[in-house]
């Protein structure tokens, strides 16, 4: 199903987007370890920027870069690119929330054995962050699915458009209901789903 | 020696204003000893600790490792040295989500230790601290005592030359801050792991220090080895430690008896032997009364402090003093009877 697939993938390249920026917004935050103001405020400033854009929107306004990238503005293709560009920036801030809560005097602890900084970086923070960023990524993904109800403007398909072509422009509610029932079993299963996995990596009984 | 700070000068700029947390510290530390370091909060001790492996970089003056100063080392070369000075915290910092065995084994495997060596490693330390059965347990289960003695087997794991402890015992109560100094006291003597350790309670610097270094606002205000510092403590803030220990406050019915004589504290160290009680009022034509006091266990030494009352004519309490003099007690607050409402120490 289209909406699988655009969650899916627009997920896979968010997440390769997003993880590193939120690794990098907790590095260069004053007083950490690769504390660097001017790269801080400057990822802050495009983060802000790129989130105060809401989703309909952005679809329109960054149609050249989303052509220049992928050669079509078009079907899931085309609407993969703003997907990314939404959700990167978002799972950003999610994972810089959920690395910021790991114990410094562990990074300390391991800065002192002797520790790589990137080494740290995988090992200690985004390991013990596993639980935290389960959680978020749960909740980006059902930003996610949301966004990609509005793929349909740009003929991406999926559940959102079904509801909107069938459900309201030919008056079929029932379709509507499905989809929307299908919508809210999916984004339960997905939470059920996240917090399951997150309570067993958490460890601290 | 092992490691040399000289002259390190630690300043913070924060948005209060300078805070110049060291002021010009040199400290010493010898292979194989136990140096503490003693301070109130804020005195500086923590950034003293964090600068002997750079965590924090001093401001000026430098740190010597075995000749060679720490701040000219590039990052690899410091790594390096860094796995040979062990750390241990107050606040344990093991990996939540990893098990016992876990975090002794991560470490080990990020520092390029190979694979075999590992698990042998680990099971070793696990049994110096005691912890074998332990080892597929989550920090979480365990108990504060159990998280720092794996905390301190994965200090071991990298089988470090020197140990710094900072305020390792200040999170756990009493009994389990003893069988973790117990520890320490065993580690510091099968492997001859030097140790330099601050904290903020003396009994921690009498069960098993060597050598000891008062702190107060960035400086070291005094040092010596411990049986000194307890006996003839020079700085106020150095006789409010040790006085810590004694609870020798007289109630002051005791203190105000009307009767002539003289009221002295007497330090006592183990090497004065503990015939020197019956001596006294056999040569002499004195009365001591004891009114309050207690021995310290030290490492290795006992150091007894009691509070006396001499009765008798003056000229025999004098000389009973001298002779205890003679004998290495040293002989404090010697008051005159007028004097004596004032309170002692």
């Not at chain 1, 801080?40 to 105060?52: A, F, G, H, K, V």
Request: charged share 20%; with cysteine; proline share 4%.
């Amino acid at each position: 199903m289209q909406t699988f697939q655009m969650v899916g993938i627009s997920l896979f390249f968010s997440v390769i987007i997003g993880l590193p920026m939120g690794v990098l917004l907790v590095m260069t935050r004053p007083g950490r370890i690769g504390s660097n103001p001017f790269l801080y405020q400057t990822l802050n400033l495009i983060i802000n920027t790129i989130r105060s854009i809401p989703f309909i929107i952005l679809l329109f306004f960054i149609l050249p870069f989303t052509k220049w990238v992928v050669g079509t503005t078009i079907g899931v293709k085309g609407v993969i690119v703003p997907l990314v560009v939404y959700t990167a920036p978002y799972i950003a801030r999610l994972m810089e929330q959920a690395l910021f809560e790991v114990d410094r005097g562990v990074i300390e602890a391991y800065e002192a054995m002797g520790i790589r900084t990137r080494d740290i970086i995988w090992h200690v923070m985004i390991r013990e962050a596993r639980p935290s960023i389960v959680l978020g990524l749960t909740i980006a993904t059902i930003g996610l699915i949301g966004a990609t109800a509005m793929a349909g403007l740009v003929g991406g398909g999926g559940l959102g458009d079904l509801a909107y072509r069938f459900g309201h422009l030919r008056y079929e509610a029932e379709v509507m209901y499905v989809t929307v029932l299908l919508l809210i079993l999916l984004v339960q299963g997905l939470q059920v789903l996240g917090n399951r996995l997150a309570d067993r990596l958490k460890k601290d009984s | 020696m092992m490691i040399r700070l000289e002259n390190v000068s630690k300043t913070f700029v924060t948005k209060m204003g300078r805070v110049d947390a060291l002021k010009n510290v040199s400290l010493e530390l010898k292979k194989g000893e136990i140096f503490g370091v003693i301070g109130y909060s804020g005195a500086g001790k923590s950034t003293l600790i964090r600068c002997i492996n750079l965590l924090e970089r001093p401001t000026s003056g430098r740190v010597v490792w075995n000749g060679v100063d720490l701040s000219t080392l590039s990052p690899r070369q410091l790594r390096e040295t860094r796995r040979k000075i062990g750390m241990i915290f107050q606040g344990f910092h093991l990996l939540k989500t990893a098990t016992v065995y876990e975090n002794m084994a991560i470490p080990l495997k990020l520092s390029g230790v190979p694979k075999e060596k590992i698990r042998e490693r680990v099971e070793k330390y696990l049994a110096v601290v005691g912890l074998e059965d332990k080892r597929d347990d989550y920090p979480g289960q365990l108990s504060g005592g159990q998280k720092q003695r794996v905390a301190i087997a994965r200090a071991l794991a990298h089988e470090p030359e020197v140990l710094l402890c900072d305020e390792a015992t200040s999170a756990l109560d009493p009994e389990t801050t003893d069988a973790i100094l117990e520890l320490l006291l065993k580690i510091n003597e099968e492997f001859g792991i030097t140790m330099l350790l601050i904290t903020h309670e003396m009994n921690v610097i009498q069960k098993v220090c060597d050598r000891v270094a008062v702190m107060e606002k960035g400086q070291i205000v005094e040092s010596g080895p411990v049986l000194q510092i307890f006996t003839s403590p020079a700085h106020e803030t150095t006789r409010r430690f040790v006085n810590s220990l004694f609870q020798i406050a007289l109630p002051r019915s005791l203190s105000r008896r009307d009767d002539s004589g003289r009221l002295v504290t007497l330090f006592v160290p183990s090497s004065v032997g503990e015939t020197f009680w019956t001596q006294i009022s056999r040569r002499f034509d004195v009365l001591p009364r004891l009114l309050s006091g207690g021995i310290l266990h030290l490492k290795g030494q006992t150091l007894g402090r009691w509070v006396v009352h001499f009765t008798g004519e003056e000229e025999e309490v004098n000389k009973a003093l001298l002779f205890l003099q003679d004998q290495g007690v040293r002989i404090e607050g010697v008051m005159l009877h007028a004097e004596r409402n004032r309170q002692i120490s």
